[in-house]
Nanobody
């Protein structure tokens, strides 16, 4: 089970940190990721992290967002800085299938099989 939290309403330029608490089973996944879905749009990749802490970001988030993991707490974080109105969306954490190996850090929805319930992020100008 994945439990996302930390969303809220902020103004342009402010920061938020999202958390995704995973049950021990899901935290054993080789890849954990964050996606988001804005109103009227498809869900899109935001960031992902491999067990060895390698990371990958969508181009629009590079330099503003940081994904990290705390193995002791079975938690993945998404630190979001310099937020913009276009970052407004429901943010979902996801885990790839246990034992699944990908050559590169996955960025497609179908590459993840476990999803949290989503947390709303609203950025106003």
């Amino acid at each position: 089970q994945l439990q996302a939290s930390g969303g809220g309403s902020v103004r342009t330029g402010e920061s938020l940190r999202l958390s995704c608490a995973a049950s021990g089973l899901f935290f054993g996944s080789n890849f954990m990721g964050w996606f988001r879905q804005a109103p009227g749009k498809q869900r899109e990749f935001v960031a992902a992290i491999r067990r060895n802490d390698n990371t990958r970001y969508a181009d629009s988030e590079k330099g503003r967002f940081t994904i990290s993991r705390d193995n002791a707490k079975n938690t993945v974080y998404l630190q979001m800085n310099s937020l913009k109105p276009e970052d407004t969306a429901v943010y979902y954490c996801a885990a790839a299938p246990i034992g699944q190996i990908y050559a590169t850090i996955p960025i497609e929805e179908y590459q993840y099989n476990a999803w949290g319930q989503g947390t709303q992020v609203t950025v106003s100008s």
